[in-house]
């Protein structure tokens, strides 16, 4: 089960590595126009492994599903409407389109989902499940959903032009109902997802350690590759907000690994 896993995981490493130098300086010819749009569907394919190894094939597909599905309807209100997230319109270079939103779009709130919740059932590990734990879990998950699209937001609108605001605001012209709306689709798909995840059955020990850690490592791939398109842009606000919680998230992560010490099955595997 692994060895595919391994090598869809791998593909994505390629496909990082040069996303961010062609990217990053400038070099991606017109030709490879799509590669933006494969990047967000090949980053909601890792996080459907992780649902899948997680919950098992009916209930990861069924949540992978039920994301892509929510997600494009209430990013389509907003292309339509300026509901939730508020006026804007995605780019025409940036993949095929269902009610006027790039599929990749819904592929990396798949991604979104699941990194968040990774996080946040990692940072409450010690809380017994409870309605508390199930409330601060999901604000938390849906917090750490805003931090990412504070850095994604400036970089994709200002810099890369992949989507057009209607309305401005004091941060980089993106309208503060776009945070808010991230704020409580995210917190809905956390709601959902908690009672689902402690009644769960993990059908692969190795499998989940194995995703589970490479969700966190997705998430600071993702952060890291925005924060260094942001500098180079100079967007020293957005890189400042966003760097130093990142980089908590993922020593606090790292520590909590360390103090409820790895099982020899995941030193072996991590």
Not at 55 to 63: N, P, V
Not at 173 to 190: C, D, K, T, Y
Not at 252 to 265: E, G
Request: aromatic share 18%; proline share 3%; net charge neutral.
């Amino acid at each position: 089960m692994l060895k595919l896993d391994k090598l869809v995981f791998k593909l994505f490493i390629f496909w990082y590595g040069c996303g961010v130098v062609l990217v990053g300086f400038d070099l991606l010819p017109p030709v490879l126009e799509w590669s933006n749009a494969f990047f967000l569907i090949l980053c909601g394919v890792l996080a459907g492994f992780y649902f899948i190894r997680t919950f098992g094939k009916t209930i990861g597909y069924s949540i992978v599903l039920l994301i892509f599905i929510l997600s494009m309807a209430a990013e389509s209100l907003g292309v339509h409407y300026g509901w939730i997230f508020g006026q804007y319109n995605y780019s025409g270079d940036f993949g095929f389109k269902i009610v006027d939103v790039p599929i990749g779009i819904g592929f990396a709130w798949v991604m979104v989902v699941a990194v968040t919740h990774v996080l946040s059932i990692e940072l409450l590990k010690k809380m017994n499940h409870s309605l508390l734990k199930w409330m601060t879990y999901s604000i938390i998950g849906a917090l750490i959903a805003v931090l990412i699209d504070l850095i994604i937001d400036p970089v994709a609108y200002l810099v890369k032009g992949y989507w057009g605001w209607e309305g401005t605001s004091f941060y980089y012209e993106v309208p503060m109902q776009n945070f808010i709306g991230w704020f409580v689709v995210s917190l809905f798909f956390h709601l959902l997802l908690y009672p689902v995840y402690v009644r769960n059955q993990i059908p692969s020990e190795e499998a989940f350690i194995y995703w589970k850690h490479r969700m966190v490592a997705l998430f600071g791939m993702v952060m890291g590759m925005f924060i260094f398109l942001g500098l180079l842009d100079q967007l020293w606000l957005a890189v400042t907000i966003t760097g130093v919680p990142t980089y908590l998230l993922l020593y606090a992560y790292r520590k909590s690994i360390k103090t409820f010490q790895l099982s020899s099955l995941e030193k072996g595997i991590v």
